[in-house]
């Protein structure tokens, strides 16, 4: 038996809106892809240093083939492992791999079907149940360009303002991230504007952010 040293964060909602320097938690995020041509019935994830795989991230559902979820860890570690298990027995794992350095974790063929994927539980994680990963289009916005950046407005394109100031009272230093919350099952396309601490100002409209973990701001 592995070990249970960690425990699921209460409220990961909390973190929304507050941005996150580049080697702080939640690097780890992943799409858990599905591409085996058989349903996953339990999934587990939970850090490499731990000896409990902890409860089935899934619970009462199920993961079909050509399907993904966003899996959030709520532990900061990089190194993770995965286990799933199939409907008519047989199971896989994924062992220590390095989340923060890729966007999915797939079983079955890389190429195929669902593509990325984000989603979690577990000994630390947690699954959002009965929503469409797909159509999440959350994501974290890191500052690609060398600059402090001042304010931040991201919107979903069909929304008729932007909306307030994200960073608030901060500032998005070069190489931080923030975490850009936005409601799922409205649409995956949107707008993003950023101001300069010297008031120059650019935008970014339309973008697809549903099969995006990050946007690199440049």
Same mark, same amino acid.
């Given at each position: ?35 085996? +041509?058989?349903?996953?019935?339990? @999934?587990? &994830? =939970?850090?490499? !240093?731990?000896?409990?795989?902890? *409860? ?62 984000? +989603?979690?539980?577990?000994?630390? @994680?947690? &699954? =959002?149940?009965? !929503?469409?990963?797909?159509?999440? *289009? ?30 608030g009272q901060n500032v998005l230093q070069p190489n931080q991230r923030l975490q850009v919350s936005l409601p799922a099952g409205r649409g995956c396309n949107v707008d993003i504007r950023v101001v300069y ?22």
């Amino acid at each position: 038996m592995r070990r249970h040293v960690l425990a699921i964060l209460a409220v990961l909602a909390g973190m929304a809106g507050g941005f996150v320097p580049a080697s702080a938690e939640a690097q780890n995020r992943f799409w858990l892809v599905n591409n085996t +041509g058989r349903v996953i019935e339990q @999934a587990y &994830v =939970s850090s490499s !240093r731990v000896e409990d795989w902890g *409860p089935d991230i899934l619970g009462t559902s199920v993961l079909p083939s050509g399907n993904r979820v966003w899996v959030t860890p709520s532990f900061g570690d990089c190194v993770l492992d995965v286990r799933v298990t199939y409907q008519g027995g047989g199971e896989e794992r994924r062992m220590q791999v390095n989340a923060c350095n890729i966007s999915q974790i797939v079983f079955g063929r890389a190429g195929a079907g669902a593509g990325a994927s984000v +989603g979690g539980g577990g000994a630390g @994680a947690t &699954v =959002s149940p009965g !929503r469409p990963a797909a159509a999440n *289009p959350s994501f974290y916005l890191r500052n690609g360009t060398g600059v402090t950046i001042r304010e931040v407005y991201v919107s979903l394109s069909s929304d008729s303002n932007w909306g307030g100031d994200r960073l608030g009272q901060n500032v998005l230093q070069p190489n931080q991230r923030l975490q850009v919350s936005l409601p799922a099952g409205r649409g995956c396309n949107v707008d993003i504007r950023v101001v300069y601490m010297d008031g120059r100002a650019g935008e970014r409209r339309g973008l697809e952010t549903c099969s995006l973990a990050e946007v690199i701001w440049r």
